[in-house]
């Protein structure tokens, strides 16, 4: 006697047959909802304006940008101040300059 067993997913909006899953993470809460490629296209396309003017926190694998940590601060804080960038030797650095010094390299 052979036995098979068939897993089907449903999308848990509407349930239609053939969805997968999706995960996404809002104020530090991660979730996971089943849908369709229909409903997955509208949750794109609701995030999509917000997605576009936020910063990225790291790669879908959840390690970081590859250029995060490949920078030394004092190397970075030369550099700025001698472009007449007023860098702290402690606290955050502004992204922008980050970002720009990063381009240079």
């Given at each position: 006697?052979?036995?098979?067993?068939v897993t089907q997913i449903t999308d848990d909006l509407d349930g239609t047959p053939g969805a997968r899953s999706v995960t996404f993470a809002?104020?530090?809460?991660?979730?996971?909802?089943?849908?369709?490629?229909?409903?997955?296209a509208r949750l794109r396309e609701a995030l999509?304006?917000?997605?576009?003017?936020?910063?990225?926190e790291g790669a879908a694998d959840?390690?970081?940008?590859?250029?995060?940590?490949?920078?030394?601060r004092e190397d970075l804080?030369?550099?700025?101040?001698?472009?007449?960038?007023r860098?702290?030797?402690?606290?955050?650095?502004?992204?922008g300059i980050v970002d720009e010094y990063l381009s240079t390299r």
């Amino acid at each position: 006697m052979v036995q098979r067993t068939v897993t089907q997913i449903t999308d848990d909006l509407d349930g239609t047959p053939g969805a997968r899953s999706v995960t996404f993470a809002l104020e530090g809460a991660s979730y996971s909802i089943d849908l369709s490629e229909v409903n997955l296209a509208r949750l794109r396309e609701a995030l999509a304006p917000f997605i576009e003017n936020a910063v990225r926190e790291g790669a879908a694998d959840g390690r970081r940008a590859s250029s995060v940590g490949t920078w030394r601060r004092e190397d970075l804080q030369e550099w700025a101040k001698a472009r007449g960038y007023r860098v702290g030797d402690r606290g955050r650095v502004p992204q922008g300059i980050v970002d720009e010094y990063l381009s240079t390299r």
